[in-house]
C-alpha cells in the first residue's frame, strides 16, 4: 500500500528551488552584462558641467568679457580666462574643444554643434550687459569605461 499523505508537499519544494535557481541564473546574466555591456557616454553630460562652468563666470564677472575684448591673441584669452575662471588650462584643452561667441574659438566650429541631428555639444547663452554670449562646448574624451 503507498503511503499517499503528506505526499504533495515534497513536490512543493523541487518547485521553490526552481523558482530560487532560475531568479540566481538570471541575476548572474544580468550581472554579466551590466558588467561586460558598452560604456557609458559622458561626453555631452562633461560639456554641459563645463558650459554652466564657464557661463557662470561670465555672469559673475561681467568686466571678463571687456578684459578678454583688449587682449590680442588666442593664447592671451585663454589663459585670462582659465585664471579668472580657476580652471586648469592643460586639462580643459586635453578634454575640449568650445568657442564663446566672438570671443574666443578653441578648435571648434560652431557649425558642427549646431548642424548635427543628434546631440554632440553642450551651450548655453548668456546676457551680459545686453548683449548675448553663446558658449559652445563638445567633449573629446574617448567613452568611459566603469
Known amino acids: 500500500m503507498l503511503n499517499k499523505r503528506g505526499a504533495l508537499g515534497e513536490q512543493l519544494h523541487i518547485i521553490t528551488f526552481l523558482f530560487l ?23 555631452v553630460t562633461a560639456g554641459e558641467i563645463f558650459v554652466n562652468n564657464l557661463g557662470e563666470c561670465f555672469l559673475e564677472n561681467a568686466e571678463l568679457i571687456v578684459n578678454i575684448n583688449n587682449l590680442g591673441s588666442d593664447e592671451e584669452k585663454r589663459n585670462l580666462i582659465y585664471s579668472e ?7 580643459v584643452e586635453d578634454s575640449f574643444l568650445y568657442s564663446i ?19 554632440i ?13 553663446r558658449i559652445l562646448a563638445k567633449s573629446i574624451k574617448e567613452i568611459e569605461r566603469r
Open 21 to 43: 535557481l532560475i531568479v540566481a541564473g538570471l541575476g548572474i546574466v544580468a550581472g554579466v552584462f551590466l558588467f561586460f555591456g558598452e560604456g557609458y557616454d559622458f561626453k
Open 85 to 91: 575662471c580657476e580652471l586648469d588650462g592643460k586639462v
Open 101 to 119: 561667441s566672438d570671443l574666443i574659438r578653441f578648435g571648434l566650429d560652431d557649425t558642427i554643434c549646431l548642424t548635427q541631428k543628434e546631440k
Open 121 to 133: 555639444c553642450a551651450g548655453r547663452i548668456i546676457e551680459i550687459n545686453g548683449k548675448n554670449y
